[in-house]
């Protein structure tokens, strides 16, 4: 292994020295092998290539103090991944192989798991495929299980700091009736025109109203939104909004903390009500919002005039990754403790 300076890791690829794969073939899923080579030989007619059959989960493993390696809510990404399953007619991975499957690539790759005092992390990507050949449009017999793992830094160069983001309502994420709830590679494909519009302007990322009448907030980025308004955590309720654990885990730790939390439609009008706000997700946890501008009407909703995150967003980033890291006890067995 290479000298890794963990301190200054960006979010970007890097190459671990063993990665997992599991084959389904003939109904069935075979037996998890493990692979030290970076690339894979495809079908040129694999259903993934041609319609999109696919679906990927991140989640995180982290160094506590004590030296120990923790994971964070491992069932949860495999719930989720079961549910792209059914919104792609894919093979459902079972949870045990899935968590099977992290814990061995993480072991195998123990020594790439940044030490606690870095602020780095081990991403883990589970992703699903369909490979098997198909060139009428229909789903695979044959699918490809996949986890890979590479240490990175924070997903923001800054770290834990405000950032722009900006309403364009030219764009959509996802129909209201569509792919938007699932982890599929096609919504995240889909925002790479805005994503890349909203850099050039400036901004950190689009912030998306809903597609069917542009009233309501759905989503920033590729992450969840919430708000922080008279002790309440308001975050919005929508068909097309991916389930974000991080979000399902900070709604859980602000009650906690004796918030209110209100999980509803969000007006885009309401953004001048919030004392705070942020984006949240694995990649970043929380992204604490500086302000959002609204590029068609020339307004400004502001949330920090200091360039400095607000006392609950900074509250919730440090107790999750107090939890995270092991700093705090995991009342909610949310932590996998890899032995």
């Known amino acids: ?20 794969r599991c084959k389904f073939s003939n109904g069935a899923w075979g037996e998890l092998e493990v692979h030290d080579n970076e690339y894979l030989s495809m079908h040129i ?80 990507r589970p992703v699903l495929f369909g490979s098997g050949p198909q060139i009428g449009v229909r789903p695979a017999t044959e699918y ?4 890979f793992v590479l240490p990175v830094g924070p997903y923001f160069k800054g770290g834990f700091q405000t950032t722009p983001f900006v309403i364009m309502r030219e764009y959509d994420r996802s129909a209201p009736l569509g792919m938007g709830k699932y982890k599929v590679g096609g919504n995240y494909a889909a925002s790479l025109v805005a994503g890349q519009r909203s850099h050039e302007l400036g901004y950190s990322n689009i912030f998306y109203l809903d597609a069917r009448e542009k009233k309501y907030i759905d989503e920033c980025g590729a992450a969840n939104f919430f708000g ?20 399902k885990s900070l709604m859980v730790l602000a009650e906690e903390m004796g918030l209110t939390v209100e999980r509803r439609d969000v007006p885009v009008e309401e953004l001048s009500t919030f004392d705070e706000a942020g984006a949240c997700g694995t990649a970043a946890v929380i992204s604490p919002i500086e302000r959002i501008d609204d590029y068609d009407k020339n307004i400004s909703y502001i949330f920090s005039k200091d360039g400095k995150p607000g006392p609950i967003c900074e509250k919730l980033y440090h107790k999750l990754q107090a939890i995270q890291y092991g700093n705090e006890p995991d009342t ?6 890899v032995e």
Do not use: C
Request: hydrophobic letters at 40%.
């Open 1 to 20: 292994m290479e000298n890794i300076d963990w301190s200054n890791l960006g979010f970007g690829y890097m190459k671990a020295d063993y990665n997992i």
């Open 144 to 147: 490809m299980f996949i986890v």
């Open 228 to 247: 922080i308004k008279s002790n309440t955590y308001v975050t919005p309720k929508s068909s097309s909004i991916l389930p974000s654990i991080t979000n």
């Open 45 to 124: 007619s694999a259903t993934a290539l041609h319609y999109g059959q696919e679906s990927f989960e991140g989640l995180k493993a982290f160094r506590g103090k004590d030296g120990k390696i923790r994971i964070f809510r491992m069932k949860d990404n495999a719930l989720r991944m079961q549910d792209s399953s059914v919104g792609t007619l894919m093979a459902k991975v079972p949870v045990e192989m899935f968590e099977e499957a992290v814990l061995k690539a993480v072991k195998l790759n123990e020594h790439y798991v940044p030490p606690y005092e870095s602020g780095a992390s081990l991403y883990i």
């Open 332 to 337: 909610h067995g949310w932590v996998t403790i």
